[in-house]
C-alpha cells in the first residue's frame, strides 16, 4: 500500500526499510537531510512537509521522540491535519494515553483516525521485524493496516480506544528501565565486593534474576563498554516519566515507578540526554568509587 512515514531515527530508518522490502511505496519526511537518504536510494519519495506526506497518501506512519514533537507533526501548522488524502495517522511513539487521546480527538474533527501504535524490542527487534506492535484504536482502520504494521514484528490489538495501546507500552518499558536500573545496581555491587561482572550476568542468566537486562542489554553493550544499543536516555526518562504520570493519574501505587523514576532522572542529568540508555550504570559506578574493564563479546 501507498505509506507516508514521518520521523527516520534510529526506529522509523529500518522500520521504513522494511516496508519498502516488503512491497510498500513510502512517501517520507524527516527534518534531517541524512535521515531521508538511505531511503530515498531504495525508491522512497520524498515530501517538503507533514502536511504535504498527508496530501498524498491516505495512510501516515510517525515515528517520533517527543509527545511535543508528535503534536506538533500531527496537529500543528503544516501537519498532517492538512492532508487533503490522509485517511489514518499511526503514531509509532511512545506518547503515552493522553497525548494519544488529545491527538485523536484533535484529528477526529477532519474525519482523520487516529492508531496508537507504540512498539517495543529495540533497534535490533526493529531491523529484524520481531518488534512488538502495540495497537488501538477502530478496529476496521486496523485490520486495514495490519499486514503493514506486521511487518514490524507481532500485532497485539490492545483495544479501541485511543492511548490504550500507550499504556501498555509505558508499563512494558517501566519494567524495562526498572530491569536495567536494578541489574545494574546488583552488578556494581558485586564488582566492589570482587566478583566478575561477566559471571555475575551468566549466574543470574541461569537463576531466578534473569531479566532482559541481563539476557540483552548487559551482554551487547554494558559488559563490552560499548554503550551503543541505540537508544537515547533522554527517551528511557521520557517513558519513565509518562507512566508515572499515567500511575498518578489512576491513583494507583507507584513506588518503585518513583524510585526508577529518580534513578534515570540522575543518569539523564549526569551523562547527559543523548547519551545511550545503557550509560545506566556509570553514575553508579562513580558512587561505588568501582569500574570494571570491558569483557565478554558482543553479540
Ligand atoms: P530518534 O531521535 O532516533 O528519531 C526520531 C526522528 O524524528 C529523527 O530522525 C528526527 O530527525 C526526526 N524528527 C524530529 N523532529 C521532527 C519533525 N518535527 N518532523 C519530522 N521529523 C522529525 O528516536 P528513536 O529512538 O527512533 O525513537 C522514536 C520513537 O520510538 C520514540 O518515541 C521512542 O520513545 C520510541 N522507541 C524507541 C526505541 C529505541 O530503542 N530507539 C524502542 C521503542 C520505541
Redesign the pocket.
Same mark, same amino acid.
Given at each position: 500500500m501507498d505509506i507516508g512515514f514521518? =520521523? #527516520? +531515527? &534510529?526506529? +522509523?530508518?529500518p522500520m521504513a526499510r522494511r516496508l519498502i522490502e516488503a512491497g510498500h511505496k513510502l512517501v517520507i519526511? /524527516?527534518?534531517?537531510n541524512d535521515?531521508v537518504a538511505p531511503l530515498l536510494a531504495l525508491g522512497a519519495q520524498i515530501a517538503s512537509s $507533514?502536511a504535504d506526506v498527508a496530501d498524498r497518501v491516505e495512510t501516515v506512519m510517525?515515528?517520533? $521522540?517527543?509527545p511535543s514533537? !508528535?503534536t @506538533?507533526?500531527a496537529t500543528g501548522a503544516g501537519g498532517v491535519i492538512e492532508g487533503k488524502r490522509i485517511k489514518r495517522f499511526i503514531d509509532?511513539?511512545?506518547?503515552g494515553s493522553q497525548v494519544a487521546a488529545e491527538i485523536a480527538a484533535a484529528l477526529a474533527k477532519k474525519n482523520i483516525v487516529q492508531i496508537d501504535s $507504540? !512498539?517495543? =524490542? =529495540? !533497534?535490533s =527487534?526493529?531491523v529484524k521485524g520481531t518488534?512488538a506492535v502495540m495497537v488501538s484504536g477502530p478496529q476496521a482502520d486496523i485490520d486495514i493496516v495490519k499486514d503493514a504494521l506486521g511487518v514490524f514484528g507481532k500485532v497485539f490489538v490492545i483495544g479501541n480506544q485511543a492511548g490504550m495501546a500507550q499504556t501498555m @507500552?509505558l508499563a512494558n &518499558?517501566f519494567l524495562s528501565a526498572t530491569a536495567l536500573s536494578a541489574t545494574s545496581e546488583a552488578v556494581v555491587m558485586g564488582v566492589k565486593a570482587g566478583l566478575d561482572p561477566a559471571v555475575m550476568i551468566d549466574v543470574i542468566n541461569a537463576g531466578s534474576g534473569r531479566n532482559t537486562a541481563s539476557t540483552d542489554k548487559f551482554p551487547k553493550a554494558i559488559l563490552p563498554r560499548s554503550f551503543d544499543?541505540?537508544?537515547?536516555t533522554a #527517551?528511557?526518562l @521520557? /517513558?519513565v516519566r509518562l507512566c508515572l504520570q499515567e500511575a498518578k493519574a489512576l491513583g494507583v501505587p507507584n513506588e518503585v515507578m518513583s524510585a526508577v523514576a529518580a534513578n534515570w532522572e540522575a543518569v539523564n542529568a549526569e551523562n547527559g540526554g543523548d547519551s545511550d540508555f545503557s550509560t545506566v550504570i556509570q553514575p553508579l559506578e562513580r558512587r561505588a568509587g568501582v569500574t570494571f574493564a570491558a569483557t565478554g563479546k558482543k553479540s
Open positions: 514521518i =520521523g #527516520l +531515527g &534510529n526506529m +522509523g530508518q519526511y /524527516d527534518t534531517r535521515a $507533514p510517525a515515528s517520533l $521522540p517527543e514533537i !508528535v @506538533k507533526v509509532l511513539s511512545t506518547t $507504540p !512498539v517495543s =524490542g =529495540g !533497534v =527487534g526493529a518488534l @507500552k &518499558n544499543l541505540g537508544f537515547a #527517551l528511557m @521520557k /517513558d
